[in-house]
């Protein structure tokens, strides 16, 4: 079982930037894939980044390519999801989600899914 706890949301203004943290207890994140979905008001969920536990593989939805980098530290069993020239249609709240490591696609089958940590980008 995997215990994530994510942190580092809050209120931005457009054009900011924002490193959200998601710390994994109960097993060691090395032999996980890791991700970061996203939800905002009114609209279904999405997954904006994911990395396979060696970093090999990575995923970045079209609409944060370029502008966040989804990132992990084995030895703080941390991930990280550095977001940069944030937009108002980044708002959203942000979930950590990971599952144990596979060859299947990295953007999909999370079982275990972090409380979400919100993020508001101001215009």
């Known amino acids: 079982q995997v215990q994530l706890v994510e942190s580092g949301g809050g209120l931005v203004q457009a054009g900011g930037s924002l490193r959200l943290s998601c710390a994994a207890s109960?097993?060691?994140?090395?032999?996980?894939?890791t991700a970061w979905f996203r939800q905002a008001p009114g609209k279904e969920r999405e997954l904006a980044a994911a990395r396979s536990w060696t970093g090999v593989r990575t995923y970045y939805a079209d609409s944060v390519r370029g502008r966040f980098t989804i990132s992990g530290d084995n030895a703080k069993n941390t991930v990280y999801l550095q977001m940069n020239s944030l937009k108002p249609e980044d708002t959203a709240v942000y979930y950590c989600a990971a599952r144990y490591t596979s060859a299947r696609s990295i953007q999909d089958d999370y079982p275990y899914w972090g409380q979400g940590t919100q993020v508001t980008v101001s215009s």
């Open positions: 109960g097993r060691i994140l090395g032999n996980y894939d």
